[in-house]
């Protein structure tokens, strides 16, 4: 949706410019693909049309950060990993890169995209569509620090914990910090991801170390990871107990696994098409199992076609789909796509409403023109 | 929300080349500044900040054609009065030309206007939220027609007919039509317009006659008015019986007067603005009454603050209004109007959704960043 890129947010260096001492901090060029939904701390998103490619690259990634990105000491740092443990650990970079290895391709969406298509839009970033990426993950899977620390059995949760904090609304300062039940945590595709596309990760994409949670939406995926902590009791941080949380007319429930969704990355919305056939294509994902069908319409009303599922599907990865259309004339058209999982669950036409915000997964429209 | 405009259509010539001996036909020049929803027949409408006069000038006022535009001999051209009428009149331009003037300012929306907020989107034409006009008419007011033919007393409705004509979906050869009641046909501000905003019509607007109904809808409006039939009986033409009707749920009403509705006309969608102070401004418009307040909202949630309204409240116009505003930060943000009117009716949040997809009055959200 946003028209024109933004160019000063220095979040994004280029990769070449982060093998320093410290991550983050004074990282200074950022390509003009994302726009900036907050400027403090920097959310950062791209247009939809950018993210037309199986994986997207760094620069078009979307940033959601909810304090400051934190500078972080490379030589100094460590995971800490303690509480209701047989062995805490403490791994610097060096150990972790000596564990297993483990590569995983994630479509992962911040769970407030789309806010801005809520009527009426909750307060909260304005995420307008960009919010979702899929990228090749390398790292050590969190199993295997699991496996070396040994959880005690009244570990009920793990509580991750990053680096960058800051002050709440009540002026408590806090880190940013969310759980995994332990259920979650010992799936084998759950990473502590070093790498993002073959590439070290980006400091406005976590560098040094993140968490990568696939099927749940990006709020688990912790960056700028330093601690993590098995607890016997639900963790109650305010970004596990006060945010991310589907709250309708009163009934509540924890912001967790992605919802279906699909979206059109060509064409770009708004774009200007000559007559004759088109490819229409994009991506579809889920975090409740694999995409069964996606089905696009291409003027208001009822008339959906079914289009063609590329690429195999892997677990976690979003699924490319296309399909042929001839517009049967010149004028405006609005085209939509609406994808169905396995497990039956298909995107609604219009957005279920909540207060904060999250899980916007109805129908998009884009409108193009032809002539 | 469309991006770029449009050049080809050729229904919208200038003032200056339509004073020929034929209105419409091949009618060359038209502006760059609206945009194609259909291309045949032409229907035409600008970006909403194109809007952002209290007189919309004709060269970006919405186009809305149900047939091509027709070909009409200025010269042997007559306004048919007849059917429940005591005496029936044969009107030359001239003749009309004669008979006392009167001038109006006419908010009037295309009852399909900003369709594509609807979700799911309905068939039709996809108005996105431009087709909506402010303008000055100059002509007779039909009461001095009614005067002059007497309608009988069982004359029920008024059926207008115009010059356009062509197939119906069913295969039928059809003449656009629609009635009035008596009721309303007989409110002194209804017009038979011959200018608009001082100049003669031109055949996108109707040229050389049309009707123009303050407070409701487009489709009473009928352009390339050629005849006026009193009738009996309730007329089921298919623009009255079968369309601009609001299905929703199986219950079905009749589209006649303007939802309460309004609009931000500066900024721009997608404008980037510079931080410091900015006047936000629009439009607000009901056809159940003045408007009483509208208020704006500067980002998602529930702060909304009270605009000023300027210049005084015609009876037919629409309402400019503005508001002070400064961005407290730089990042993207969420402008929105919403209008309340006399009797009490407010824009909702979330647009109404119906079968055909009228009166799409929703609060409309325009997204601006600052940096």
Same mark, same amino acid.
């Given at each position: 949706m946003p028209r024109r890129s933004r160019a000063d947010?220095?979040?994004?260096?280029?990769?070449?410019?982060?093998?320093?001492?410290?991550?983050?901090?004074?990282?200074?060029a950022e390509p003009e693909l994302l726009h900036g939904v907050t400027a403090e701390p920097p959310n950062l998103e791209p247009e939809v049309a950018a993210l037309d490619?199986?994986?997207?690259? !760094?620069?078009?990634?979307? /940033?959601?950060?909810?304090?400051?990105?934190?500078?972080?000491? *490379?030589?100094?740092? &460590? @995971? #800490?990993?303690?509480?209701a443990v047989a062995h805490p650990l403490r791994l610097t970079l060096e150990d972790l890169r000596a564990l297993p290895r483990r590569s995983v391709t994630v479509a992962t969406e911040c769970a407030g995209n789309s806010r801005v298509s809520l009527s009426p839009p909750p307060r909260g970033e304005p995420?307008?569509?960009?919010?979702?990426?899929? !990228?090749?993950?390398?790292? /050590?899977?969190?199993?295997?620090?699991?496996?070396?620390?040994? *959880?005690?059995?009244? &570990? @009920? #949760?793990?509580?991750?914990?990053?680096?960058?904090?800051?002050l709440l609304p009540g002026g408590e300062q806090a880190s940013y910090a969310r759980s995994l039940p332990r259920s979650k945590a010992v799936e084998e595709d759950v990473l502590l991801a070093l790498e993002m596309n073959g590439a070290e990760l980006l400091p406005a994409h976590g560098a040094p170390l993140r968490l990568v949670v696939p099927g749940w939406y990006g709020m688990a995926s912790v960056k700028w990871l330093q601690r993590i902590d098995a607890v016997a009791q639900p963790f109650a941080g305010w970004f596990q107990a006060e945010r991310y949380l589907y709250v309708e007319y009163g009934a509540m429930a924890k912001v967790s696994r992605m919802r279906v969704k699909s979206m059109v990355t060509w064409p770009a919305a708004f774009?200007?098409?000559?007559?004759?056939p088109q490819r229409v294509r994009g991506f579809a994902w889920s975090?409740?199992?694999?995409?069964?069908k996606v089905e696009v319409a291409f003027e208001g009303g009822n008339d959906w076609r079914e289009a063609t599922l590329l690429d195999p599907q892997l677990p976690h990865a979003w699924r490319a789909w296309e399909i042929g259309w001839e517009p049967p004339?010149?004028?405006?058209?609005l085209l939509r796509s609406r994808a169905t999982d396995a497990r039956g669950n298909r995107q609604p036409a219009a957005p279920?409403?909540?207060?904060?915000?999250?899980?916007a997964n109805a129908v998009q429209v884009v409108l193009v023109e032809v002539r």
């Amino acid at each position: 949706m946003p028209r024109r890129s933004r160019a000063d947010s220095g979040v994004l260096p280029q990769p070449g410019e982060q093998t320093g001492e410290t991550s983050g901090g004074s990282a200074p060029a950022e390509p003009e693909l994302l726009h900036g939904v907050t400027a403090e701390p920097p959310n950062l998103e791209p247009e939809v049309a950018a993210l037309d490619s199986f994986l997207t690259p !760094a620069e078009v990634r979307f /940033v959601r950060c909810h304090f400051e990105v934190p500078a972080i000491d *490379l030589q100094g740092f &460590a @995971l #800490e990993v303690a509480g209701a443990v047989a062995h805490p650990l403490r791994l610097t970079l060096e150990d972790l890169r000596a564990l297993p290895r483990r590569s995983v391709t994630v479509a992962t969406e911040c769970a407030g995209n789309s806010r801005v298509s809520l009527s009426p839009p909750p307060r909260g970033e304005p995420w307008a569509g960009g919010a979702v990426a899929n !990228a090749q993950w390398t790292g /050590v899977p969190l199993t295997a620090v699991i496996d070396r620390c040994g *959880l005690r059995e009244d &570990a @009920l #949760e793990l509580v991750f914990t990053g680096a960058d904090q800051g002050l709440l609304p009540g002026g408590e300062q806090a880190s940013y910090a969310r759980s995994l039940p332990r259920s979650k945590a010992v799936e084998e595709d759950v990473l502590l991801a070093l790498e993002m596309n073959g590439a070290e990760l980006l400091p406005a994409h976590g560098a040094p170390l993140r968490l990568v949670v696939p099927g749940w939406y990006g709020m688990a995926s912790v960056k700028w990871l330093q601690r993590i902590d098995a607890v016997a009791q639900p963790f109650a941080g305010w970004f596990q107990a006060e945010r991310y949380l589907y709250v309708e007319y009163g009934a509540m429930a924890k912001v967790s696994r992605m919802r279906v969704k699909s979206m059109v990355t060509w064409p770009a919305a708004f774009a200007v098409l000559a007559p004759g056939p088109q490819r229409v294509r994009g991506f579809a994902w889920s975090g409740e199992g694999p995409i069964d069908k996606v089905e696009v319409a291409f003027e208001g009303g009822n008339d959906w076609r079914e289009a063609t599922l590329l690429d195999p599907q892997l677990p976690h990865a979003w699924r490319a789909w296309e399909i042929g259309w001839e517009p049967p004339a010149a004028g405006r058209y609005l085209l939509r796509s609406r994808a169905t999982d396995a497990r039956g669950n298909r995107q609604p036409a219009a957005p279920r409403w909540n207060e904060q915000g999250h899980g916007a997964n109805a129908v998009q429209v884009v409108l193009v023109e032809v002539r």
